[in-house]
């Protein structure tokens, strides 16, 4: 199951990357409406969107109506060992579901095309262990997780925000950048900006600019990267020459 909370943050490269590793998604886009699902019977993953919400919920109400159901989805998940994996605000959901803090960045916003450092422990992990040191990744954030959740392995880190990518049990991931966008898409993020660009000191012209610089280098990082997050789902291994058979994602 794919979970999009905003129109303007679809799965785009990542549900095309998914669909070739051989999983077949249903999406939920519960930004229009479309009812979650109770259970996550039937599913063997899950894969939660960004959105321009906090993943908190302000004077006891969440952002968005369905964030309540997503998050018991997402417990259920790592619970069951569902494979999961949240981008961006999808990983603060993870994070604040199973016990961790989201809270407004201190740095302030992270927009561009930056690079995120693994962590010594990520080379035992089934999904980061193949990534380059420093793979690039797109930020385009106002949030960050200032606290993972109870026993999370925290697998990616940077300067600015420390929390950028973490596991939960065996099968849960997630990343506080996001991996999914084309160009198109970071286009539509920098017309539609309210003020987040500027209180970062940046001009949409020049990050678009660094982001479309790197397009191929994250393709080929975090094409493989899916890959692997489809094996895992199919609940084989990762190895190389592993066929991976269809998932229900």
């Known amino acids: 199951m ?58 006891g109400v969440p952002a968005s109506p369905w964030f309540p159901a997503l998050r018991n989805l997402l417990r259920e998940a790592v619970a069951e060992r569902v494979a999961t994996l949240g981008v961006c605000l999808g990983g603060q959901l993870l994070a604040g579901a199973l016990g961790g803090r989201v809270e407004p960045a201190a740095s302030g916003p992270e927009i561009g095309a930056f690079l995120v450092a693994k962590r010594d422990v990520a080379e035992s992990d089934p999904l980061f262990a193949m990534l380059p040191f ?22 990616a880190s940077s300067p600015r925000v420390p929390n950028q990518a973490y596991r939960v049990g065996p099968k849960a991931w997630g990343v506080q950048f996001h991996i999914e966008c084309d160009q198109p898409m970071l286009e539509s993020w920098a017309d539609g900006d309210t003020g987040s660009l500027a209180r970062a000191g940046l001009d949409a012209e020049t990050v678009l600019a660094r982001c479309a610089a790197v397009e191929d280098d994250v393709e080929e990082v975090w094409r493989p990267f899916a890959g692997r997050f489809v094996a895992v789902a199919s609940g084989r291994g990762v190895g190389p020459g592993v066929p991976l058979p269809v998932v229900n994602l």
């Open 134 to 155: 420093t793979p690039d990744v797109y930020q385009w954030h106002v949030d960050e997780i200032t606290a993972l959740p109870p026993g999370a392995v925290l697998l």
């Open 2 to 59: 794919v979970v999009e909370n905003d129109a303007d943050d679809d799965a785009r490269r990542l549900g095309d990357w998914l669909t070739d590793a051989g999983a077949e998604l249903h999406v939920v886009r519960a930004h229009a409406g479309e009812p979650l699902p109770e259970s996550l019977a039937g599913y063997q993953g899950v894969v939660v969107l960004g959105g321009a919400q906090p993943a908190y919920d302000t004077d």
